[in-house]
C-alpha cells in the first residue's frame, strides 16, 4: 500500500480544483503535498489538508501560511525544530522526531473536503501510519483528523469524542493526542493559546 502518490487523481473534484488552480497560480505547487519530517518519528502530527496559499503552494505542510506560525515555533520551542520558522519547502529547515502529514492530501475548495474524499485519501494515511515506529504517537490537529485516524483503525467515528488535550488509546498500543486545529481563527479567537498548544504537544513527545 502507498503512502504517498504525487499523481494520485481518484478525486474528480479536487482534482479539477488543482486545475484551476495551476492555470491560475502557474508557480504553485497545486498537486497532492507529501508528509514532511523525520522518517522515524516518535510523533505523527496529522493535520486537516494544504491551505490555498500555504502548502499548496508551497508543497510543504504547514508552510508558508499562518497555520504553520504557531506549529513551527512551538515544534522549535520543544527541540523538535530547527528553525521557527517555515517559510519555503526549500528553506532547509529539519525536525527532529517528528512527521508532518494531513489526512487530505490535495487542497479542497474551500478548505472543505467532501466525506468520500476523506475515504478516498485514508489509504495513504492508513499505510503512512503502519511505516512508523511501534512507540510513535499521533497528534490530530483538530476533528477531521480526529475522525481520519480512528477511519484507519477501523474505528466508529462515535468511538474516540475529539475534545482538545484527550488522549485515546488506540487498538495497536498508540496514544492518539487531540488539539484544536493551529488555524488562524482559533488563534485570533483565543480558542487556542499558544500554552494550550504547548500543553499537548509537550505531553505527546515526553
Not at 11 to 30: N, Q
Request: aromatic share 8%; charged share 25%; proline share 6%.
Amino acid at each position: 500500500m502507498m503512502t504517498f502518490d504525487a499523481k494520485c487523481r481518484k478525486c474528480p473534484r479536487l482534482s479539477a480544483f488543482l486545475t484551476d488552480v495551476r492555470a491560475a497560480h502557474p508557480d504553485y505547487h497545486a498537486a497532492p503535498v507529501p508528509a514532511f519530517g523525520d522518517r522515524q518519528p516518535k510523533l505523527l502530527i496529522v493535520g486537516l489538508a494544504p491551505g490555498m496559499h500555504g502548502a499548496n503552494r508551497s508543497g510543504r505542510p504547514f508552510t508558508g501560511d499562518y497555520a504553520g506560525i504557531l506549529l513551527y515555533q512551538t515544534l522549535y520551542d520543544l527541540g523538535l525544530a530547527s528553525a521557527p520558522v517555515s517559510e519555503h519547502a526549500a528553506d532547509g529547515l529539519k525536525l527532529y522526531g517528528v512527521r508532518i502529514t494531513n489526512a487530505v492530501k490535495c487542497l479542497p475548495p474551500r478548505n472543505k473536503p467532501e466525506a468520500a474524499e476523506i475515504r478516498k485519501c485514508n489509504d495513504f494515511l492508513r499505510a503512512e501510519i503502519r511505516t512508523l515506529p511501534d512507540a510513535c504517537k499521533l497528534l490530530a490537529l483538530g476533528k477531521i483528523a480526529h475522525d481520519a485516524i480512528q477511519r484507519v483503525y477501523g474505528l466508529k467515528l462515535s468511538a474516540l469524542k475529539f475534545t482538545h488535550g484527550a488522549e485515546h488509546g488506540l487498538p495497536d498500543a498508540r496514544t492518539l493526542y487531540d488539539s484544536y486545529h493551529c488555524s488562524r481563527y482559533n488563534t485570533q479567537t483565543r480558542r487556542l493559546s499558544r500554552d494550550m498548544f504547548m500543553d499537548v504537544l509537550q505531553r505527546a513527545v515526553r
